[in-house]
Protein backbone atom coordinates (compact mmCIF):
# COMPACT_ATOMS: atom_id res chain seq x y z
CA UNK A 1 0.00 0.00 0.00
CA UNK A 2 1.22 3.45 -0.80
CA UNK A 3 1.48 6.11 1.25
CA UNK A 4 -1.35 9.24 0.90
CA UNK A 5 0.76 11.84 -1.36
CA UNK A 6 -0.19 15.23 0.88
CA UNK A 7 -1.28 18.09 -1.36
CA UNK A 8 1.56 20.65 -2.18
CA UNK A 9 -0.69 23.43 -0.61
CA UNK A 10 -0.92 21.10 2.64
CA UNK A 11 2.57 21.51 3.19
CA UNK A 12 3.72 24.86 2.02
CA UNK A 13 1.00 26.08 5.08
CA UNK A 14 1.75 23.49 7.41
CA UNK A 15 2.28 26.66 9.86
CA UNK A 16 -1.64 27.51 10.19
CA UNK A 17 -2.64 23.37 10.77
CA UNK A 18 0.62 22.31 13.34
CA UNK A 19 -2.09 22.83 16.01
CA UNK A 20 -4.79 20.81 14.65
CA UNK A 21 -5.54 17.34 16.83
CA UNK A 22 -7.01 14.33 15.47
CA UNK A 23 -8.71 11.29 17.01
CA UNK A 24 -5.86 8.19 16.72
CA UNK A 25 -9.03 6.15 15.00
CA UNK A 26 -9.31 9.00 12.22
CA UNK A 27 -6.37 8.94 9.09
CA UNK A 28 -5.27 11.84 9.41
CA UNK A 29 -3.80 11.59 5.77
CA UNK A 30 -6.70 10.20 4.46
CA UNK A 31 -8.78 13.51 5.14
CA UNK A 32 -6.49 16.22 4.12
CA UNK A 33 -5.57 14.41 0.68
CA UNK A 34 -9.64 14.32 0.55
CA UNK A 35 -11.04 18.05 1.71
CA UNK A 36 -7.33 19.98 1.86
CA UNK A 37 -6.89 21.89 -1.66
CA UNK A 38 -4.91 20.08 -4.21
CA UNK A 39 -3.64 23.19 -5.79
CA UNK A 40 -2.88 27.35 -4.95
CA UNK A 41 -5.05 27.72 -7.86
CA UNK A 42 -8.00 25.84 -6.23
CA UNK A 43 -7.92 27.38 -3.06
CA UNK A 44 -7.43 30.76 -4.23
CA UNK A 45 -10.65 30.20 -6.12
CA UNK A 46 -12.24 28.28 -2.86
CA UNK A 47 -11.34 31.52 -1.28
CA UNK A 48 -13.01 33.72 -3.12
CA UNK A 49 -16.28 31.85 -3.58
CA UNK A 50 -16.66 32.22 0.21
CA UNK A 51 -15.97 35.88 -0.19
CA UNK A 52 -18.45 36.42 -2.88
CA UNK A 53 -21.04 33.89 -0.76
CA UNK A 54 -20.35 35.68 2.16
CA UNK A 55 -20.97 38.85 0.79
CA UNK A 56 -24.24 38.48 -1.16
CA UNK A 57 -25.53 36.39 1.79
CA UNK A 58 -24.70 39.31 4.16
CA UNK A 59 -26.58 41.39 1.60
CA UNK A 60 -29.69 39.33 0.70
CA UNK A 61 -29.93 38.94 4.79
CA UNK A 62 -29.99 42.59 5.15
CA UNK A 63 -32.70 42.95 2.42
CA UNK A 64 -34.90 40.71 4.04
CA UNK A 65 -34.45 42.71 7.50
CA UNK A 66 -34.37 46.13 6.37
CA UNK A 67 -36.24 45.98 3.02
CA UNK A 68 -34.35 46.22 -0.53
CA UNK A 69 -32.98 49.80 -0.13
CA UNK A 70 -30.22 48.49 2.80
CA UNK A 71 -28.58 46.39 -0.04
CA UNK A 72 -26.91 49.09 -1.75
CA UNK A 73 -26.46 50.82 1.19
CA UNK A 74 -25.32 47.96 2.71
CA UNK A 75 -22.77 47.03 -0.01
CA UNK A 76 -21.52 50.69 -0.45
CA UNK A 77 -20.42 51.29 3.41
CA UNK A 78 -18.60 47.68 3.32
CA UNK A 79 -16.75 48.34 -0.26
CA UNK A 80 -15.81 52.28 1.13
CA UNK A 81 -14.51 50.76 4.94
CA UNK A 82 -12.53 48.00 2.93
CA UNK A 83 -11.03 50.19 0.45
CA UNK A 84 -10.00 52.52 3.54
CA UNK A 85 -8.57 49.72 5.56
CA UNK A 86 -6.62 48.08 3.23
CA UNK A 87 -4.84 51.18 2.05
CA UNK A 88 -4.36 52.14 5.82
CA UNK A 89 -2.30 48.26 6.25
CA UNK A 90 -0.56 49.80 3.04
CA UNK A 91 0.41 52.66 4.34
CA UNK A 92 1.38 50.97 7.63
CA UNK A 93 3.17 48.27 6.43
CA UNK A 94 4.92 50.20 3.18
CA UNK A 95 6.53 53.49 4.58
CA UNK A 96 8.16 54.67 1.07
CA UNK A 97 4.27 54.32 -0.73
CA UNK A 98 3.67 58.16 -0.98
CA UNK A 99 -0.34 59.38 -1.04
CA UNK A 100 -0.58 59.64 -4.64
CA UNK A 101 -2.32 58.97 -7.72
CA UNK A 102 0.62 56.04 -8.05
CA UNK A 103 -0.46 54.52 -4.94
CA UNK A 104 -3.80 54.44 -5.65
CA UNK A 105 -2.67 52.17 -8.55
CA UNK A 106 -0.42 49.89 -6.15
CA UNK A 107 -3.10 49.84 -3.88
CA UNK A 108 -5.65 48.01 -6.62
CA UNK A 109 -2.77 46.12 -7.97
CA UNK A 110 -2.59 44.51 -4.75
CA UNK A 111 -5.95 43.92 -3.69
CA UNK A 112 -6.37 41.81 -7.21
CA UNK A 113 -2.93 39.80 -6.03
CA UNK A 114 -4.71 39.23 -2.70
CA UNK A 115 -8.64 39.31 -3.11
CA UNK A 116 -9.68 39.10 -6.47
CA UNK A 117 -8.01 36.56 -8.55
CA UNK A 118 -10.40 36.50 -10.93
CA UNK A 119 -9.35 39.72 -12.17
CA UNK A 120 -6.41 40.91 -14.63
CA UNK A 121 -5.33 44.47 -15.06
CA UNK A 122 -4.14 46.51 -17.91
CA UNK A 123 -2.92 49.85 -17.79
CA UNK A 124 -3.87 52.07 -20.41
CA UNK A 125 -2.20 55.52 -18.24
CA UNK A 126 -0.17 56.02 -14.97
CA UNK A 127 1.44 59.60 -13.90
CA UNK A 128 1.43 61.76 -11.01
CA UNK A 129 -2.07 63.54 -12.13
CA UNK A 130 -3.93 60.35 -13.61
CA UNK A 131 -4.71 56.10 -13.29
CA UNK A 132 -6.47 54.86 -16.45
CA UNK A 133 -6.89 51.02 -16.04
CA UNK A 134 -9.10 48.13 -17.00
CA UNK A 135 -10.34 45.12 -14.68
CA UNK A 136 -11.30 42.43 -16.63
CA UNK A 137 -11.85 38.55 -15.77
CA UNK A 138 -15.23 37.44 -13.51
CA UNK A 139 -16.69 39.91 -11.08
CA UNK A 140 -18.01 37.42 -8.35
CA UNK A 141 -19.73 39.86 -6.48
CA UNK A 142 -21.94 40.09 -9.85
CA UNK A 143 -21.78 36.46 -9.81
CA UNK A 144 -23.48 35.76 -6.38
CA UNK A 145 -25.84 38.63 -6.42
CA UNK A 146 -26.97 36.85 -9.37
CA UNK A 147 -27.34 33.75 -8.03
CA UNK A 148 -29.53 35.35 -4.84
CA UNK A 149 -31.40 37.61 -7.18
CA UNK A 150 -30.27 40.53 -5.76
CA UNK A 151 -28.38 42.28 -8.70
CA UNK A 152 -30.35 44.41 -9.91
CA UNK A 153 -30.61 46.05 -6.01
CA UNK A 154 -26.94 47.45 -6.83
CA UNK A 155 -25.10 50.09 -8.91
CA UNK A 156 -22.16 47.95 -10.85
CA UNK A 157 -19.29 47.67 -10.34
CA UNK A 158 -19.83 47.41 -6.83
CA UNK A 159 -16.06 48.26 -6.38
CA UNK A 160 -16.41 51.69 -6.87
CA UNK A 161 -16.92 52.62 -3.37
CA UNK A 162 -13.84 50.35 -2.46
CA UNK A 163 -11.51 52.78 -5.15
CA UNK A 164 -13.03 55.95 -3.77
CA UNK A 165 -12.26 54.78 0.18
CA UNK A 166 -8.65 54.29 -1.01
CA UNK A 167 -8.28 58.02 -2.45
CA UNK A 168 -10.13 59.39 0.62
CA UNK A 169 -8.26 57.67 2.82
CA UNK A 170 -4.91 59.07 1.44
CA UNK A 171 -6.63 62.21 1.45
CA UNK A 172 -6.65 62.73 -2.41
CA UNK A 173 -8.60 65.15 -4.02
CA UNK A 174 -9.28 63.31 -7.31
CA UNK A 175 -12.03 62.52 -9.57
CA UNK A 176 -13.61 59.00 -9.76
CA UNK A 177 -14.80 57.66 -12.69
CA UNK A 178 -15.40 53.70 -13.33
CA UNK A 179 -17.11 52.89 -16.61
CA UNK A 180 -18.97 49.61 -16.98
CA UNK A 181 -17.56 48.47 -20.49
CA UNK A 182 -19.24 45.17 -20.58
CA UNK A 183 -20.64 43.12 -18.29
CA UNK A 184 -22.31 39.73 -19.24
CA UNK A 185 -24.89 37.21 -17.88
CA UNK A 186 -21.85 35.04 -16.97
CA UNK A 187 -20.81 38.01 -14.65
CA UNK A 188 -17.35 38.19 -16.91
CA UNK A 189 -16.91 41.87 -17.04
CA UNK A 190 -14.11 44.87 -18.48
CA UNK A 191 -14.54 47.80 -15.92
CA UNK A 192 -12.48 50.78 -17.02
CA UNK A 193 -11.45 52.75 -13.85
CA UNK A 194 -10.02 56.43 -14.16
CA UNK A 195 -8.65 58.48 -11.35
CA UNK A 196 -7.98 61.87 -12.05
CA UNK A 197 -6.49 64.86 -10.09
CA UNK A 198 -8.74 67.76 -9.91
Not at 43 to 65: E, H, M, N, P, W
Not at 147 to 173: E, H, N, R, Y
Amino acid sequence: MNPIQLPETFMALSDFRKHDIYLPEMDQAQIISDFFPGNFTELTQRLSDITGAFYGGLLKQAGKLYGAEAIEQLSNTFMYDLGSRMTLKNLQTKPNLQPGIPAVAKILIGAVFTSSPEYNFEFKELNEHRVEMLMKGVDRYHKITQSLQIAGLLKWPVIKPFVQGICDTMGLDVLLEIKVLKLDPDSSCIYQVNVTEK
